[in-house]
């Protein structure tokens, strides 16, 4: 890993207290601190869509990875728009959707679901890609999704991650654009979900045991 491309982010140094910013009241109990503030994830976002857009030649088709990863997409896409009209260097822009799942709780399943039909991929061939993601975890659902991606023959595929987690359990994929390394936490909010919890929380913040148990899936 490359830190002088990321924002290294520490337990000790961003772990900012719950009474420090507003946190919806039915989640109080159910995250411990706060590890990005949504201002600071907002600023970062500006930064990588500046560098996309200075690496990007000709059309670029962003793709979502849902469902976490529609509240970085939406604000990247806003960001990479500003930048087309300030930086004198105009790219153009298709959106597109993918649906990956592989989590169970707080724990990867290690089975990667992933909607891609090829009656729906066919047109990317020969296209310049931007997978836009919340979080690179062990890597291995992103290294199975690119996988796929090859099929259709895109022109070029990039990935723009939000997070990218410091965890012993990492394949060693790095992503082409990373907003943040955090520690090897389960964190939620910004879109970031439990069980479909917490997508409401604009904060990325660490979950409390408490917030485990509230929402866990009963088996």
């Known amino acids: 890993m490359d830190p002088s491309k990321w924002i290294d982010v520490t337990s000790e140094s961003f772990k900012y207290s719950l009474d420090h910013f507003v946190i ?59 930048c087309n009209t300030v930086l004198g260097q105009s790219v153009p822009l298709s959106l597109e959707f993918i649906k990956v799942r592989s989590y169970h709780n707080d724990v990867s399943t290690g089975t990667v679901s992933i909607s891609l039909t090829d009656e729906e991929c066919q047109d990317w061939k020969n296209k310049n890609l931007l997978i836009v993601e919340d979080i690179i975890d062990t ?23 939000l997070l990218l987690k410091k965890t012993p359990k990492s394949n060693g994929y790095v992503p082409n654009y ?25 904060h990325i913040c660490i979950i409390s045991e408490h917030g485990k148990e509230a929402y866990a899936i009963k088996n």
Not at 139 to 161: D, I
């Open 24 to 82: 919806p009241s039915h989640y109080q109990k159910d995250v411990s601190s706060i590890l990005i503030p949504h201002g600071i994830i907002m600023d970062r976002i500006e930064k990588l869509a500046k560098l996309i857009v200075e690496d990007s030649k000709g059309p670029l088709v962003i793709c979502c990875v849902l469902k976490g990863g529609h509240q970085f997409f939406a604000d990247l896409v806003n960001e990479i728009k500003k």
């Open 139 to 161: 890597g291995n659902t992103m290294v199975k999704l690119l996988h796929k991606l090859q099929e259709f023959q895109p022109a070029s595929v990039r990935v723009a991650s």
């Open 178 to 202: 990373v907003g943040f390394a955090i520690p090897d936490e389960f964190v939620v909010g910004y879109a970031l979900d439990y069980n479909e919890y917490f997508r409401d929380l604009d």
